[in-house]
């Protein structure tokens, strides 16, 4: 009894990793199964999925006026306009606008896609199409067409068009102009020549799809980013399947960027020249007048040198009148500026470098830069856009800083020529002396001279203005021009497959860990001694095949009949000895129906009697009698409730003797039905015949009601001397468990042990921790198996 209980008490840890492993290796043919599926799946997708590839390049923007506008602003001026944290952002905008990408789609074409069907996907053919769509339309209709045509060549100029939004089915011949739903086409070969090519095509598929749509498709799959540290160089990418596609792309969308940026600094170079020729006309008209003057001040007073007394105070003076001719230059410069900003609505570009004074010049330069943003972003924004109000906000602080400046200058100067005027005046009060016709020749002189100086000036700057319009330089440098990575972004062929046998193999654990999860039935002896530990457990009887006999026989060497030998073995430790040498009185009983609890009466006591002992055993569920199935006895025969209910009956009345020779096990039926079953177990009459029976049997064996249903076995349970409390594997619930316990802990059934019934031995994880896997019969099994091996390798070889 100590070895049993010892045994039957062990406790386990909560985790046993190895019982876990072999749980789910219990299904290692469905984790085979998903495994290989998995990597099949795999293998699949990696065959007809379309590579995508990465196309990269990269470019240097040449910012040609950002030194100069930073080094224009006056000190404590670079709070107004920031350039070196949005300028290179402000070049990757224009590179993702939509106006240029849009360019860059109608330059190549790339609305209009082909693609030859094959036997499982579609593939788009770039440059490879055998034909191509020719399209008459104008292109405002082109480019806000969506279509799909199917083209299937029928003979050498032949072909069959089809379009599935119409419904539109019809032949035509190459070349054939064609017109559908406003739009004129024609489908020729893509080189002349290979008409004989055109029917051995496959089915073509030419979509034609919106400018903008396309542009928008490329602009939310390009990417630009600054490379490394240098700031002025961008790193463009793009995915796409088709490598010449992209890099085209690529190329090309430099390209418009380039012929961009060149066309805003000829505009500058333009504006200026339309400036100065301006200025010129009216700065020759005034010196033509001078010169005009002059002559006719020589002819009418008849002009003569001066004499060379007055030479030396002249030569004295020289130096003075030429600030004064400086100081009126700059201020006539200034005056024609802050006229030109004072005259002109709105924001346009104002002539550069037209004078020698650094601050002006600089601002003016920065005003311009600013104007070419602003317009840029007027592209593709309305004036409410929140960068285009910023930089106009710039625009205005801009504005007022060039007219306070000029004023501020024009102040300097004019007090300059006061000064210089009055040196001036003091000067020509010692001129007195000399001839009136002296003074008013040289200020004739001086007029000429500030003419002609302007007017050189200015002729200078249009040359100037006009070879920056003839040899404007590029805005970006191409550094690397497109080109694709070998090696595709997607799919990863290794890490599709790999991820697919994982997944395959992962998918089937995680739906078992959800039904392990979910399941609810006891399985093994562990769950039992998880719920039930203070209850023995006596064994546990395996699962019977279809084929297999569920009665043990004589000799009997299979998984079932030894299973009952442990029981036999087990239950002698569980029993006590008598002193009155009676025989012991089994219940076996369990908590709901179909647990098998008359299955383990008829072989436990088949079992007991193979040991020369005398078993009877008695079918006490009289509500539920199963006891005739093992016998070749009606189930109206006389039995226990006759007995019960009639007190004629004796002990020998009820009891059948064994038909079978080789196994004695005599037996009481359970009897007909009666219609009150508990008051028939009240009587003494139950008593009594377990007393009978016990003088006469070793082992009286009581096949009684389920417990948790009926009254039944409660009600006699204390003439038991022992109760087996069979549960079954895979159907008895957990939570029913809580129920023996209870009956253990009441003290209402005697001699309590568990008995674990149905148990598939083929689950792996069951073997692994308990000890089991390698079965019952032992030597006769592994004799047949080999037997059935070389059995059917001497049928091979006899044939």
Same mark, same amino acid.
């Given at each position: 009894m100590e070895e049993l209980q010892e045994f039957t008490e062990e406790k386990e840890s909560n985790f046993d990793l190895k019982a876990e492993i072999f749980k789910y290796l219990a299904y290692w043919k469905w984790l085979v199964l998903g495994f290989l599926l998995g990597g099949l799946l795999a293998f699949l997708y990696n065959r007809y999925t379309i590579p995508q590839f990465r196309t990269e390049a990269s470019m240097m923007i040449l910012n040609e006026e950002k030194s100069n506008m930073a080094s224009a602003l006056p000190s404590g001026g670079g709070s107004i306009l920031t350039f070196d944290d949005n300028s290179l952002d402000n070049q990757i905008i224009t590179l993702k606008s939509k106006r240029l990408v849009e360019k860059v789609v109608e330059e190549l074409n790339h609305n209009i896609s082909y693609f030859i069907e094959g036997n499982v996907i579609t593939t788009e053919a770039y440059k490879d199409s055998p034909l191509r769509i020719q399209l008459i339309s104008p292109d405002s209709i082109v480019q806000n067409t969506s279509k799909t045509l199917f083209i299937s060549p029928i003979s050498d100029t032949g072909f069959l068009l089809k379009n599935e939004a119409t419904g539109y089915e019809k032949n035509h011949t190459i070349g054939e102009i064609i017109e559908l739903e406003g739009l004129k086409f024609s489908i020729v070969p893509r080189t002349i020549g290979v008409e004989s090519i055109f029917k051995k095509t496959r089915t073509v598929q030419i979509n034609i799809s919106p400018v903008d749509q396309i542009a928008g498709d490329y602009i939310s799959r390009l990417v630009i980013l600054p490379k490394g540290k240098a700031a002025d160089?961008?790193?463009?990418?793009?995915? %796409?399947?088709?490598?010449? /596609?992209? *890099?085209?792309?690529?190329?090309?969308?430099?390209?418009?960027?380039?012929? %961009?940026?060149?066309?805003?600094?000829?505009?500058?170079?333009?504006?200026?020249? &339309?400036?100065?020729? %301006?200025?010129?006309?009216?700065?020759?008209?005034?010196?033509?007048?001078?010169?005009?003057?002059?002559?006719?001040?020589?002819?009418?007073? /008849?002009?003569?040198?001066? =004499?060379?007394?007055? *030479? &030396?105070?002249?030569?004295?003076? =020289?130096?003075?009148?030429?600030?004064?001719?400086?100081?009126?230059? *700059?201020?006539?410069?200034?005056?024609?500026? /802050?006229?030109?900003?004072?005259?002109?609505?709105?924001?346009?570009?104002?002539?550069?470098?037209?004078? &020698? &004074?650094?601050?002006?010049?600089?601002?003016?330069?920065?005003?311009?830069?600013?104007?070419?943003?602003?317009?840029a972003y007027l592209r593709n924004a309305t004036i409410k856009n929140p960068a285009v109000e910023l930089i106009t906000s710039q625009l205005n602080s801009l504005k007022e800083n060039l007219i306070d400046n000029i004023n501020s200058q024009q102040s300097s100067l004019n007090i300059k020529l006061s000064e210089l005027n009055q040196l001036d005046r003091s000067a020509q009060s010692k001129f007195s002396s000399f001839p009136g016709m002296e003074k008013g020749m040289r200020g004739i002189e001086r007029q000429q001279q500030i003419k002609e100086q302007l007017y050189l000036f200015l002729l200078q700057r249009r040359e100037e203005a006009a070879i920056a319009f003839a040899v404007t330089g590029p805005v970006a440098k191409v550094i690397d021009p497109a080109y694709t990575i070998s090696d595709p972004v997607d799919p990863k062929p290794w890490l599709i497959l790999v991820g697919g046998f994982l997944v395959g193999l992962i998918l089937p654990i995680i739906i078992l860990l959800i039904k392990f999860m979910l399941d609810t039935k006891v399985h093994h002896k562990g769950d039992l001694a998880l719920l039930i530990k203070n209850i023995p457990f006596l064994g546990e009887v395996p699962k019977i095949g279809e084929k297999q006999d569920e009665i043990i026989q004589l000799n009997d060497r299979s998984p079932l009949a030894e299973s009952f030998r442990i029981l036999r073995t087990n239950l002698a430790y569980l029993l006590k000895p008598k002193a009155d040498n009676k025989g012991e009185i089994i219940y076996i009983t369990s908590t709901i129906k179909g647990e098998g609890k008359t299955f383990i009466s008829f072989n436990l006591a088949r079992t007991l009697s193979t040991t020369n002992k005398k078993v009877i055993i008695i079918g006490a569920d009289i509500r539920n009698p199963k006891l005739h199935r093992y016998i070749d006895l009606p189930m109206e025969s006389k039995g226990l409730s006759d007995y019960l209910y009639n007190y004629d009956l004796v002990t020998s009345d009820i009891i059948n003797d064994s038909l079978d020779k080789e196994i004695k096990v005599d037996i009481v039926l359970s009897g007909s039905i009666p219609p009150n079953p508990a008051e028939l177990f009240m009587s003494d009459r139950m008593n009594n015949l377990l007393n009978d029976l016990s003088t006469l049997y070793d082992f009286v064996i009581v096949d009684t009601a389920p417990t948790m249903i009926v009254t039944d076995t409660l009600l006699i349970s204390p003439l038991a001397d022992t109760t087996l409390y069979v549960t079954r594997a895979g159907y008895t619930e957990k939570k029913l468990l809580e129920f023996p316990k209870e009956l253990k802990q009441q003290g209402k059934l005697k001699g309590l042990a568990v008995i674990l019934n149905d148990v598939d031995y083929s689950k792996f994880s069951y073997g692994a921790k308990y000890g089991y896997s390698y079965g019952y019969g032992y030597g006769v099994d592994e004799e047949s198996k080999w037997q059935k091996v070389w059995n059917k390798v001497s049928k091979k070889k006899s044939s």
């Open positions: 160089i961008l790193s463009l990418s793009i995915i %796409d399947a088709e490598k010449e /596609k992209s *890099q085209d792309f690529l190329n090309n969308l430099m390209f418009q960027f380039n012929s %961009d940026g060149v066309a805003d600094k000829r505009q500058v170079a333009l504006s200026t020249t &339309e400036f100065i020729q %301006d200025r010129l006309g009216i700065i020759t008209s005034e010196l033509d007048s001078v010169e005009g003057g002059m002559a006719n001040f020589k002819r009418e007073n /008849k002009f003569m040198d001066v =004499s060379s007394g007055a *030479q &030396e105070f002249l030569s004295k003076s =020289s130096q003075a009148e030429q600030q004064v001719f400086d100081i009126k230059t *700059q201020l006539m410069i200034i005056k024609s500026v /802050k006229n030109l900003l004072n005259s002109r609505d709105g924001y346009e570009l104002l002539p550069s470098n037209i004078g &020698e &004074e650094g601050s002006l010049s600089g601002f003016m330069s920065t005003y311009n830069a600013l104007v070419l943003e602003r317009n």
